[in-house]
């Protein structure tokens, strides 16, 4: 349905305009009409028309004033002018107000139906865009919280590649780097720490999950994931580390008005703990400190900064550099690795100079710990003697330059042990399976048949083996059924088909599509090269 108006003084203009109109669009359209300037205007703004035939010179307010005022409420009004005034300031004004054209009386029927269905064609266009985007916004509606507790599910069971974090924070538009978590916790009835009928009230919130979220969201702006048992856990992003304590006052009085609202509206009671901001990498530290604070107190809300558990680090501690070193060490990135202990050990030499024995202490500590994750993540052999020397070593050296070298020499063993362990394992997969692609190329094999064979997942398999041989598994196998596509045409009487089939493709048209995109000729052309030689 087209709403059309009509806006002229003279009322067989309009009768004849009106007729044509029906006779081209039938059922189809709804036609009102207006003789003055401001009619024109008020007729407008009640029947919001998509197009609007205008005459120029009408009593009072004159066609061009009403379009502009007509455009201010309705900016997709589609103008067709009509008027017997062939003035150039008219159709300057015209285009200023994106008419679509500019038409002299008398103008004949073919040129008014071309500039109709003109204009119908632009309303249906933008129709079928608006239901595009309308479709899309739906189906984001439900894809959106999936990828929310996908990223929260990553953070928390800390099942993670880094590019899989960096995915869905490019997905949710998350530039932050830090975070905290909130745990919201439903049951039956609060009896001093502990919520009864978790199991119950687990059941009834995942029913009511769908009229929970926006609640949630109205009074705690965050992404939101799924009921995980009788828990609900909510991510708030921050660009910097820490929390200001007018932010912490206000978060808990949001947090104790959601509470109040949540127990009013439904028919469960709730309590709610705040973690500490974090890197979000270290998110599953957050989740476990918001839970403490709820076993560590009675109240209905509780901050993990307001309660005496955990460890405390001193003002200028590098706490942050010290927590990304060991995830540098457990990820096997020696470079990165290497360049943060260097950074922790500038903060020592800095700021410690008169404490030389304390600095000896952490760094052994740091060894011990990065050989620890190196026996854990390398599957290294432990001795209990392979440190025997370690103490009278670090007691003999007098100064940071030393202390600094022997500190460097151990984070880069560890960290060379657990990366040469996750090369090894990847190139073991990787010449597997390119083993398994040569035997097996002139057969209808998949990514999913190979990744089978190693025992991967396909998206870890398609990512080693681009790593390690510079191209994916398509273009490898591609490259495999090309080169023995081109012996056998050269060698041997087989035919177009008859090689198609050889090579593992079953459509010859597919097969020829291939070859001359990977040889620059199609393989009748490469055989009678060949032949021509």
Partial sequence: MYKILL?????????SLKILIEKELGSNCEIRYAKTGRS?????????????????????????????????????????????????????????????????????????????????????????????????????????????NGLISNFLLREHFDEDISNYKSL???????????????????????????????????????????????????????????????????????????????????????????????????????????????????????????????????HIDDIPIGCKYEEDYPIEVEKRLFDCIEKGRITESLAVANE?????????????????LKVLEFALRAESSAYINANNMYHFRSRTSYMSDIMAMNNFASLRTWFIEKINESVLAIAKKAENRSESIVERAKKYIDENFRKDISLEDVSQRVDISSYYFSKIFKEETGVNFIEYLTGLRMEEAKRLLEDTDLSIKEVCSEVGYSDPNYFSRNFKKYEGTTPTEAREKKRGQ
């Avoid at 806006?7 to 009768?15: H, L, N, R, T, W």
């Avoid at 998509?50 to 997709?76: H, L, T, V």
Wanted: charged letters at 30%; a negative charge.
């Fill in 7 to 15: 806006a002229d003084d003279e009322g067989i203009v309009i009768e």
């Fill in 40 to 148: 024109v205007i008020e007729l407008a703004e009640t029947f919001r028309p998509d197009i609007a035939f205008m005459d120029i010179q009408m009593p009072g307010i004159n066609g061009i004033e009403a379009m502009k005022e007509i455009r201010k409420a309705n900016s997709s009004i589609i103008f067709i002018v009509m008027t017997a005034y062939d003035k150039f300031d008219y159709a300057r004004e015209a285009i200023n107000l994106k008419v679509l054209d500019y038409l002299n009386k008398p103008a004949d029927k073919e040129k008014i139906l071309d500039v109709l269905n003109r204009a119908i064609s632009i309303i249906d266009e933008e129709r079928r865009k608006r239901s595009e985007d309308l479709l899309i916004r739906e189906k984001m509606e439900t894809v959106v919280p999936i990828i929310q």
């Fill in 172 to 302: 949710l538009e998350i530039e932050d780097s830090y975070g905290y978590m909130v745990v919201i916790i439903a049951g039956r009835e609060q009896v001093g720490n502990h919520m009864t009928g978790a199991v119950a009230a687990g059941i009834t919130i995942q029913t009511i999950y769908q009229e929970i979220r926006p609640i949630i969201e109205s009074y705690i702006p965050g992404i939101i994931g799924f009921v995980m048992a009788n828990k609900i856990p909510v991510l708030i992003t921050r660009p910097t580390a820490g929390f200001e304590y007018e932010e912490r006052i206000e978060m808990i009085e949001k947090a104790r008005a959601l509470v109040r609202k949540l127990s009013e509206r439904f028919d469960i009671n709730f309590r709610i703990g705040i973690g500490s901001v974090r890197r979000l990498e270290d998110m599953s530290e957050s989740y476990n400190e918001a839970l403490s604070v709820l076993i560590e107190t009675t109240g209905r809300v509780g």
């Fill in 344 to 360: 922790f050990f500038d903060w020592m030499e800095e700021s410690q100079q008169e404490h030389m024995d304390d600095v000896k």
